[in-house]
């Protein structure tokens, strides 16, 4: 009887994660497309596409990870009208996906007091991040794009030094409270994020601009990608915490 019950999941095991794979990616696509922020100094936009990549990694692994963030965002460039970087986003997403996925599933182990202490440098460093990336990118002059509506705002910089603030405090309090390992999983996701924001530069620097003609500094969009990053990190971590809790 065990026999045939482990037979049955063995066939029913691969379903549920096609399943898993195919929800990830349609979600990361909706999230690249419905949320962006275009900011007029460098040409670039912001989306919230990468919180569903960590997200769908880190409660699912690095296959579903890779294959949602890749055909995701790949699908989200070709809808939104830049099929010209999807080479780039289908390798570099799939990659970043990956990685977040399989670091998340291999904690270390360590006592409590190390994993707090880890969350806690993390986390002053991902609010650092923001509050700086955001100051000196997404301060002043902004279009805010949710859906189809476009809304032209005024962001200071201390909003961002405030919210940078917030969530550096909001996550150590979570490492403190309730789930200490939350430092390993900040970790993976900045290793991630480290290999999307370099994978761009170099397809920007000797692939897209030189093929292309575009006159345009490659160097000027990492500050927009590592801000993707954070971003996606700060709602990924707790939305993975609240799933895992209720489900």
């Not at 909706?30 to 275009?38: D, G, L, N, R, V």
């Not at 805010?144 to 405090?169: C, D, M, N, R």
Request: net charge positive; aromatic share 12%.
């Amino acid at each position: 009887m065990s026999e045939e019950r482990d037979k049955m999941t063995r066939r029913i095991f691969p379903v549920i994660k096609l399943v898993f794979a195919a929800i990830s990616t349609a979600l990361v696509c909706i999230a690249t497309m419905f949320f962006s922020i275009y900011v007029p100094a460098t040409k670039g936009f912001f989306n919230i596409g990468e919180s569903m990549v960590y997200l769908s990694a880190i409660l699912f692994g690095p296959i579903v990870g890779a294959f949602a963030g890749g055909v995701g965002s790949t699908l989200a460039d070709i809808l939104l009208g830049y099929p010209h970087y999807a080479p780039a986003t289908l390798v570099v997403k799939a990659l970043e996906g990956f990685i977040v996925g399989y670091l998340s599933k291999r904690n270390p182990k360590l006592s409590r007091v190390k994993w707090r202490a880890l969350t806690s440098i993390l986390s002053v460093v991902a609010g650092a991040l923001l509050a700086v990336i955001g100051s000196a990118y997404y301060s002043g002059e902004v279009e805010l794009t949710v859906g189809q509506i476009v809304v032209p705002l005024y962001i200071p910089e201390l909003f961002w030094t405030a919210l940078g603030s917030i969530i550096a405090i909001s996550i150590i309090l979570a490492g403190l409270i309730t789930e200490p390992e939350a430092g390993w999983t900040i970790l993976s996701i900045v290793a991630g994020g480290s290999i999307m924001v370099l994978g761009y530069f170099i397809y920007q620097m000797y692939f897209l601009f030189p093929l292309f003609g575009i006159e345009a500094i490659a160097i000027a969009e990492v500050p927009v990608n590592i801000g993707q990053m954070t971003i996606g990190l700060i709602i990924a971590v707790p939305a993975a915490r609240i799933i895992r809790k209720y489900s």
